[in-house]
């Protein structure tokens, strides 16, 4: 895994980033579209660095193809970086939704009624903790409150009102950064409730401090939204990354990773077309070289 340092911050995409979230653009969603390799991880972390160093709230999902990510995975993710203390309401409640204690409520919810079923645990009772939740067994009765869509979509509901009240509470005093990585691999359930619950937010103003960058492949880009057209004034759409010029192709190899055996035409007649799109090559090539080098010695 490449991790030497990357030789340029991507100027043209800080700036951006730094007007939007100064108020200098009416922009409140960025969307980074760009293939493998050119560096949209990369400059998600520089911008959660900068955010860091401005003591800026911010959140980072990172979504992979193996690791399915629903929507209480990503509040939970987000909470945990945006900070304990400003969502303490919303951890406890995920706690006691999830974790029952001497007497657990199932709620189960449909169109027309609202059932409300009270399960108290005594010396014949036990709790199981199992994958998904717990099992409360009851003599020849079990019950497994996770089971039931119904449940779920009770849970999210109430997890998701708590975690936007957080939310918008946090974005009254400064501006508040939520980051999502590999946006190609978010399930469509997840997509829809980052539209419908977060995106929504920027959109009706209700969190006007709120700033979301979205990042992705073109086979799934980020920005397709449903209905583009309510989204125009929120959304800025890069559909490719900046490239680097040779000098910073050639400050990378040679000053930043100590390349000093190569000279600066070297590296733009051999490295400079293949890199210049791509800091994942860089990295790869950076590294090898520097691990001959060792070798040597």
């Known amino acids: 895994m490449w991790h030497l340092p990357i030789a340029v911050n991507r100027n043209k995409e800080h700036i951006l980033f730094q007007q939007m979230l100064t108020g200098q653009k009416s922009h409140r969603i960025l969307s980074l579209c760009a293939e ?18 401005s003591n800026t709230p911010r959140g980072l999902v990172r979504f992979a193809s193996d690791q399915p990510t629903d929507p209480l995975d ?42 409300s079923i009270e399960a108290t645990v005594t010396e014949q009772s036990s709790i199981k903790q199992v994958a998904g939740g717990s099992i409360i067994s009851t003599g020849d009765i079990t019950v497994n409150p996770n089971q039931s869509p119904e449940h779920r979509a009770y849970v999210l509901r109430r997890l998701t009102k708590v975690f936007k009240q957080a ?22 359930t997840t997509a829809d409730w980052v539209q419908k619950e977060l995106l929504s937010l920027i959109r009706s103003a209700t969190v006007p401090n709120l700033v979301v960058v979205l990042a992705g492949r073109p086979k799934a880009h980020p920005s397709n939204l449903s209905n583009p057209h309510e989204w ?24 930043r990773c100590q390349l000093h055996h190569l000279d600066p035409e070297t590296v733009y007649k051999a490295y400079y077309e293949p890199c210049k799109n791509n800091p994942m090559l860089m990295g790869q090539l950076a590294e090898s070289w520097q691990v001959n080098e060792w070798n040597d010695l």
């Open 36 to 53: 493998g390799g050119q560096g949209k991880s990369w400059l998600l972390d520089s911008f959660s660095h900068h955010c860091r160093q």
């Open 74 to 115: 990503c509040m939970r993710n987000l909470a945990e970086h945006l900070g304990e203390t400003h969502f303490a309401e919303f951890h406890q409640l995920d706690y006691e939704l999830h974790h029952p204690q001497a007497v657990i409520n199932i709620a189960a919810h449909s169109v027309e009624t609202a059932v």
């Open 167 to 188: 939310l918008t509470t946090l974005a009254e005093s400064s501006p508040v950064v939520l980051l999502f990585d590999a946006f190609e691999h978010v399930p469509s």
């Open 232 to 255: 125009q004034g929120w959304l800025k759409e890069l559909k490719r990354l900046s490239p680097f010029t040779s000098e910073e192709v050639q400050l990378y190899f040679i000053e």
